[in-house]
């Protein structure tokens, strides 16, 4: 049939017909005479088959063949040259002509022929340039794990920054890290890996970085190495952090014994927070109670369901913790709480009276949480009451500021809760606050102003008995330089009176009794 072919008019049938046979040698030698620009193309693919076959001297012939004769002009040379290429790798590897073979795909920048001649070299058990291959591929697990298999710890340490997905190489490298003593390399292996437990061994066994391993424990919450750090904390006397990884560790008792013994209970309540067990809460309560801390033992009591042992605790506490005990009696609605603290707050028995006793500190300040009290609980007109009162008797006293104090809080307090302030209230408080504006307005020299403060003060001297003299002295002085003599002359007549004109003070003495005198004239 070739010879009818190559004598017809038409004499390349021959070459088509041998080619699509795929008879390779038959088609070269045709290309050869007929077409040669053929030769390149029917070459790679003679070559293809051969490697196939596993004839790779063969093979790596023709490759080389169609690579010369291929002119690399088209899209499609070029294709089939990186075929040649690819293919000339391959069979210079499987010929044992590795440092070529690598050579080609290297420098083909092909991740699947690399990962192709990684895999030639791996059943040949030539590990280390698989690996690299295997790396220029992309493939960074397969590279690192036959790395780590060649105790080549330090090509694979790079890939293992880029590996995330695969914690069982990294736990591989990480042991093999720390079998060789590199305890800060294999940490960060361990902990890609997700075994925080060794993280926190080798951190405090090996790196000696405490902080690092409590870090870790916060975060991850592991049982084990919360137990691995509490026990290195008692060892170290750090005996808080104890109690709060014994805590983590789920050894509630173990945790009690240390703070009771090293006097961390503050730190155990702290850790323990809401979680705490009623049991938990009373036996603390207890440890409180018996150190004198009133305070922490009453909110511990509260907590474990002991409302009226929490009051008690409260009261005997004093200070700030009757704010607390305000709201829990506000909380509970019991009227045996609610009597039990107001009678503590007036200071007194059922029966008794606390009007017109000294106003001290503590007087002010139970009548202050007493005010808290009834607003609490509704009773926003006895608060306002018992607020009149107090600033009344430390009007009386002198004591202005806590007065003014008293009455502005509790006036506040009314408002925000959407009630208007009783009349006797805001008149005492209008008379509180001209007295203290004055000294301002003398400072700025509003003697207008200071002078109209002062006569409205002076004209309820009644309620300010431990300074009448002075204040009406003041006003005196006042009126006459704001230009209000007459009523200047009215509080000097005044205090001509005889039993305020012994008290005058020397220095305006003479001078209020010649006011005095020149008007009687």
């Not at 077409?35 to 023709?62: F, H, I, K, N, W």
Request: glycine share 4%; with cysteine; net charge neutral.
């Amino acid at each position: 049939m070739q010879e009818l072919f190559l004598r017809s008019p038409c004499p390349t049938a021959a070459l088509q017909m041998r080619r699509d046979l795929q008879h390779w040698p038959q088609a070269l030698s045709l290309a050869h005479q007929l077409d040669p620009t053929q030769v390149p193309t029917l070459a790679c693919s003679y070559a293809q088959q051969l490697e196939m076959r596993g004839e790779y001297g063969s093979a790596r012939a023709y490759y080389q063949q169609a690579m010369q004769a291929s002119e690399l002009q088209t899209a499609q040379q070029h294709r089939q040259h990186d075929t040649c290429v690819a293919g000339m790798a391959r069979t210079s590897l499987h010929m044992g002509d590795t440092k070529q073979g690598s050579a080609l795909a290297l420098d083909s920048n092909s991740p699947q022929l690399c990962q192709e001649c990684a895999q030639i070299l791996e059943a040949q058990d030539k590990q280390q340039d698989a690996a690299e291959l295997y790396e220029r591929a992309g493939l960074h697990d397969r590279a690192a794990t036959i790395y780590i298999q060649a105790r080549a710890f330090a090509l694979a340490a790079p890939l293992m920054a880029l590996i995330t997905h695969n914690p069982k190489l990294q736990l591989e490298f990480a042991k093999a890290k720390e079998s060789e003593g590199s305890y800060a390399e294999a940490a960060v292996a361990y902990e890609a890996a997700g075994d925080l437990d060794n993280v926190v061994r080798l951190n405090l066994d090996q790196l000696k970085n405490p902080l690092k391993a409590a870090a870790i424990v916060r975060k991850a919450g592991s049982r084990d190495a919360a137990q691995r750090l509490a026990q290195y904390c008692l060892a170290a006397r750090d005996y808080q952090a104890a109690v709060e990884f014994l805590l983590m560790a789920k050894q509630p008792q173990q945790a009690f014994d240390v703070a009771q013994t090293h006097g961390q209970m503050d730190a155990y309540v702290r850790f323990v927070g809401s979680n705490a067990s009623k049991e938990d809460a009373v036996r603390i309560a207890m440890y409180y109670e018996a150190r004198g801390n009133f305070d922490a033992a009453a909110q511990l009591y509260y907590q474990s369901g002991q409302p009226n042992k929490a009051l008690l605790l409260y009261m005997q506490a004093g200070g700030d913790s009757l704010r607390k005990a305000v709201d829990l009696v506000a909380k509970e609605h019991d009227s045996a709480l609610t009597q039990q603290l107001t009678q503590h707050l007036e200071g007194q028995q059922p029966g008794a009276s606390s009007e017109g006793a000294p106003v001290t500190e503590d007087t002010a300040a139970n009548t202050t949480y007493l005010v808290l009290l009834y607003m609490a609980l509704g009773r926003h007109e006895e608060a306002a009451e018992v607020a009149v009162g107090l600033a009344r008797r430390a009007q009386e006293a002198g004591n202005y500021k806590m007065a003014h104090a008293q009455l502005v809080s509790s006036s506040q307090r009314l408002r925000e809760r959407g009630q208007a302030c009783p009349n006797q209230l805001m008149r005492t408080l209008l008379l509180l606050h001209s007295y203290i504006l004055v000294k301002t307005l003398v400072r700025m020299a509003d003697h207008q102003g200071a002078a109209r403060m002062l006569v409205r003060v002076a004209r309820n001297i009644t309620g300010f008995p431990k300074h009448v003299v002075p204040i009406l002295t003041s006003t005196v002085i006042e009126c006459q330089r704001a230009d209000l003599k007459s009523t200047a002359f009215e509080y000097a007549a005044m205090l001509m009176r005889p039993e305020y004109r012994d008290d005058i003070n020397p220095a305006y003495k003479r001078k209020i009794e010649a006011m005095v005198r020149k008007r009687d004239k």
